[in-house]
């Protein structure tokens, strides 16, 4: 028996030295300030500064493209993306309260609230539009909390693989919410040791970035300050449904383009349907799903030309129609 409890508090030990070491190691990637963001800027908004960062050539006549990531997510993700698209038009994207390079902030965290901090922080830069929003997964909540809100500014919408507000009804829809909100809650718990940090090499780019964009990634992963407001987020999203539904009869006149990734089986057929429902509503709209693509590697290099097609196609038929011509209010 001494023989059999020796061997097990050497295990204990043994887990616990490494317990220990890879805390450490966590608590010491993620140390260190968030004053000088790789790219971009610091504006002040309310009091607290918020990153943004902006990229191309504004062009008379022509809206600025917005990007609007999902969960866990900032500019960091659209570091594909953007420059592409930054090549013929003005974009922006930008990190949201408390995650990233951005400051928190102690108002609540649901969809209407997120849609008027950056409607303040577009303000704030001087970025007028009007705007094509592009959002990814939950995304697709706050882009149409924005047009609720702010139908005159907004002249087209892209949505990528995007969270769809009728699906909050869906009862698989709301098991997923229920399970995912708990794991933000206990992953951003886990953030406070140091628990999560050392994950980043292996988990932080599943979209398949390069350059800084891949470092802020990395960087953003796994970060106590950035998991907190997340979670508050996740937590918070549920909330968002009524506000984002707001956005429909906006839809119908607007060019919308869905993207969805992933094959198309009958488990996932209502998800599918529900995420390419604003498509439907407009007079203008396209879907198109790719198989081959997951809800990650759709905005990166090998997938994301599909999302660049369809965001020229929602500026070609702002074009055709003039809709971006108006005055902006």
Request: aromatic share 8%.
């Amino acid at each position: 028996m001494k023989f059999v409890f020796s061997i097990i508090r050497g295990v204990g030990l043994a887990f616990l030295v490494l317990l220990l070491g890879w805390m450490g190691t966590g608590l010491a990637m993620a140390a260190g300030g968030w004053n000088n963001p790789p790219r971009g800027v610091l504006i002040d908004v309310d009091g607290r500064k918020q990153r943004l960062v902006c990229q191309g050539e504004a062009r008379a006549g022509e809206p600025i493209i917005v990007f609007e990531a999902g969960a866990y997510s900032g500019s960091a993700d659209w570091g594909y993306l953007q420059p592409e698209v930054a090549k013929t038009a003005r974009t922006c994207s930008y990190d949201r309260a408390g995650m990233g390079w951005s400051e928190p902030s102690k108002a609540p965290r649901d969809p209407a609230t997120l849609a008027r901090e950056l409607k303040a922080l577009l303000d704030a830069s001087g970025e007028k539009g009007p705007y094509v929003l592009v959002g990814h997964s939950m995304a697709g909540l706050l882009t149409r909390a924005f047009i609720s809100q702010y139908p005159d500014h907004v002249v087209g919408l892209v949505l990528i693989d995007a969270a769809d507000p009728s699906a909050i009804t869906i009862p698989e829809a709301q098991v997923w919410i229920s399970r995912y909100q708990r794991l933000a809650r206990i992953g951003a718990g886990l953030s406070q040791f140091g628990l999560v940090k050392p994950l980043a090499p292996f988990y932080a780019n599943r979209i398949g970035l390069s350059g800084v964009p891949l470092q802020e990634k990395r960087r953003l992963f796994g970060s106590p300050k950035h998991m907190r407001a997340s979670a508050a987020e996740i937590t918070a999203t549920i909330q968002g449904g009524e506000i984002a539904l707001a956005a429909d009869p906006y839809l119908k006149k607007m060019p919308v383009a869905t993207i969805t990734a992933g094959p198309v089986t009958p488990e996932r057929q209502a998800w599918k349907q529900a995420q390419s429902r604003a498509a439907r509503l407009s007079d203008y709209g396209s879907s198109i799903n790719v198989d081959a693509a997951n809800h990650t590697t759709i905005l990166g290099p090998i997938y994301g030309r599909v999302v660049l097609e369809a965001i020229d196609r929602v500026r070609r038929d702002i074009a055709a129609k003039g809709i971006a011509s108006k005055d902006q209010p």
